[in-house]
């Protein structure tokens, strides 16, 4: 099984932005849970990282075709306002898709509590730290069933 996980603009900047609400773990700390825990889970596991909305959407449609099985993605900002990426994530219903959010986007900022992209994604997890991937990569293992 192929996951494929896609995290938007800033998500490079954990550990430097904003430790209060999303931690003191850096990006690369990030990827060695999700790469462990892809190996734990016996999956493959892609992470892509852009803070351009044209990137992600590219390899959203990239997903279609290259054998991906499930999508991870934590649109960042875009979450809010891009319906470019949510049409791109609605594009094909053939492999599940699960956003996730560190933070609890429904208690902060007023702009935040909205995500036009959760609509089209199979599951939302939201607010659980960066455990949160994790639990979005055992979702698409069990939507794969």
């Known amino acids: ?7 938007g603009p800033n998500l490079n900047f954990l550990g430097i ?20 825990h892809a190996e734990e889970k016996g999956c493959e596991v892609e992470c892509f990282q852009s803070n351009s909305e044209g990137g992600i959407i590219d390899r959203i449609q990239l997903a279609y075709y290259d ?18 990426i949510r049409d791109a994530l609605d594009s ?7 956003e996730i959010h560190i933070s ?3 208690s902060r900022e007023e702009f935040r ?15 659980h730290g960066l455990k949160g991937y994790l639990e979005a990569m055992d979702a698409v293992v069990e939507k794969n069933g």
Do not use: E
């Open 1 to 7: 099984m192929k996951i494929l996980v896609i995290n």
């Open 92 to 98: 094909f219903h053939t492999i599940p898709k699960v």
């Open 113 to 127: 509590n909205h995500s036009v992209t959760a609509p089209v994604c199979d599951q939302v997890i939201i607010g």
């Open 17 to 36: 932005r904003d430790k209060n609400i999303y931690g003191s773990t850096d990006y690369n700390g990030l990827l060695k849970m999700i790469y462990a």
């Open 67 to 84: 054998g991906t099985d499930g999508i991870v993605i934590n649109p960042g900002a875009y979450a809010h306002y891009s319906y470019a």
């Open 104 to 106: 609890d986007i429904n």
